[in-house]
């Protein structure tokens, strides 16, 4: 079956970078739009960014914009999220997503990667 697999979560100072790795496995990733969502303590798990399999003109969440940039590399199936400036309400687990369009990867992904936690103190 199709695996989203995440890496590179780790604890992190504020003001600091950080970037997220997630490999495709089984899945025609050049047909796929990719994107990431996060799930902080206590809250509803939010969109943050997505990115069509062109790579063209991706979407990021108000709380992100300027801050995250999202990428990809059809080659290696894997997307990348990069993440400058971080604050502490960055802190979430973040979670690696997969549907054939953005407008549904936006709402209900097809498939979701396993997670990898972001922590960043102050």
């Known amino acids: 079956q199709v695996q989203l697999v995440e890496s590179g979560g780790k604890l992190v100072q504020a003001g600091g970078s950080l970037r997220l790795s997630c490999v495709a496995s089984?899945?025609?990733?050049?047909?796929?739009?990719m994107g990431w969502f996060r799930q902080a303590p206590g809250k509803e798990r939010e969109f943050v960014t997505a990115?069509?399999?062109?790579?063209?003109?991706?979407y990021y969440a108000d709380s992100v914009k300027g801050r995250f940039t999202t990428s990809r590399d059809n080659a290696k199936n894997t997307v990348y999220l990069q993440m400058n400036s971080l604050k502490p309400e960055d802190t979430a687990v973040y979670y690696c997503a997969a549907s054939r369009t953005i407008g549904v990867l936006r709402t209900t992904p097809q498939y979701w990667g396993q997670g990898t936690q972001v922590t960043v103190s102050s």
């Open positions: 089984r899945l025609p990733f050049n047909n796929y739009a």
């Open positions: 990115i069509s399999w062109s790579a063209l003109n991706p």
